[in-house]
């Protein structure tokens, strides 16, 4: 009983605050080379509430900045579900980020589709909710496709990168839209979702993995590479093992 208890207030007390920084190089076909290089911060996951605190999220806020990357995108689940009384302090805790291209926001399975996406948008992030945006980099252009959690078939997720006038990077919250993203070759697919299983427990892994192809870091599916962050916040327990929070900063190589 000692082992699960004390492994227990480890996670409780010091490992869901340990914040870390991954730093990783995806090889993304479809990429030109003027693109080659770029970086991009992905923090996802916030799930501001009584146990993620606005020191969990500044930590989190002054690693991206300090990474200085190219762009920034938010994976959703800004708070936990859809509790209105953190909405505007999980905005205001992310009102410091910015990046050379912006930073841009999807939403989570836990966020409401009206008083999050305001509060995002009020603090100069931009929301995308089943919508794309075009970027000019380098003299290249870039596509941005966010889609909300439940934009699941293949033919929803169709219209929104329909008409795309450069390489396509797919922002969706549930990394179970790997299969879609392969279908319509896209090049590059970013998500968060699964908490990289939340409580990993040696030997056995994490429960989560059950659910989904991939609870973490890179994986790819025919033409389409995707990277999954282990997020920033915790659910249903304030618990984390063997499975820090992180901010992702991404390394973009034209394959």
Known sequence: ???????????????????SVTRETLSVRGFPPGLDGLTIGLLTDIHRSEWVSDEDVSAAVDALLNARPDLIVLGGDYVTW????????SAEALARLTA??????ILGNHDDDRDMP?????????????????????????????????TRRTSDIARVVRGAGGPVILLAHDPRRLPQAAML???????????GGQVVVPGV?????????VLSGVASSGPTTM????????????????CPPEVAILTVRAA
């Open 1 to 19: 009983m000692a082992v699960p208890v004390g492994g227990a207030a480890y996670g409780f007390f010091y490992e869901r605050h340990s914040l």
């Open 82 to 89: 859809g509790d209105r009384r953190f909405v505007s302090a």
């Open 205 to 213: 892994g994490a429960i989560a993995s059950q659910r989904f192809p």
């Open 227 to 242: 990277f999954v962050s282990r997020g920033l916040g915790t659910v249903w327990l304030p618990v984390r093992v063997n």
């Open 118 to 150: 305001a509060a995002l948008s009020a603090r100069g992030m931009q929301v995308l909710r089943d919508a794309r945006t075009r970027l000019r980099i380098r003299g290249e252009s870039l596509e941005l496709a966010g889609i909300r959690f439940w």
């Open 100 to 105: 050379p291209h912006g930073v841009f926001a």
């Open 185 to 195: 070759d896209i090049p590059l697919l970013l998500s968060g979702h699964t908490h």
